[in-house]
């Protein structure tokens, strides 16, 4: 029904940028919610950045003052813009977004993830 794409991962040295997008397609009214989130080994998945379709955010205390989301309501597309990156940002990032669909149904989607490598 939903379809996530992620973009925009790769290597970069640390105190660089990226910027990840995320696009979701199919029969969407509305996404109420998009974020990232990310699992760095041995340890659980953990929110990185979030926001509503009324535009709130929220971000996991480790990404605080480097990353900043957005959204494009109309593109259904979401941002991750990172700066500041470190070696331990080094993961794959999934994208997850909260929908509404013209069926009146409601479902969580999940991207299938974008590698970041960050070299010290």
């Known amino acids: 029904q939903v379809h996530l794409v992620e973009s925009g991962g790769g290597l970069v040295q640390a105190g660089g940028s990226l910027r990840l997008s995320c696009t979701a397609s199919?029969?969407?009214?509305?996404?109420?919610?998009m974020g990232w989130y990310r699992q760095a080994p041995g340890k659980q998945r953990e929110l990185v950045a979030g926001?509503?379709?009324?535009?709130?955010?929220n971000y996991g205390d480790s990404v605080k003052g480097r990353f900043a989301i957005s959204r494009d309501n109309i593109k259904n597309t979401g941002y991750l813009q990172m700066n500041s990156l470190k070696a331990e940002d080094t993961t794959v990032y999934y994208c997850?977004?909260?929908?509404?669909?013209?069926?009146?149904?409601?479902?969580?989607?999940w991207g299938r993830g974008t590698q970041i490598t960050v070299s010290s």
């Open positions: 199919g029969s969407i009214l509305k996404v109420r919610f």
């Open positions: 926001i509503t379709s009324g535009g709130r955010t």
């Open positions: 997850k977004a909260d929908v509404d669909l013209f069926t009146g149904e409601t479902g969580t989607y």
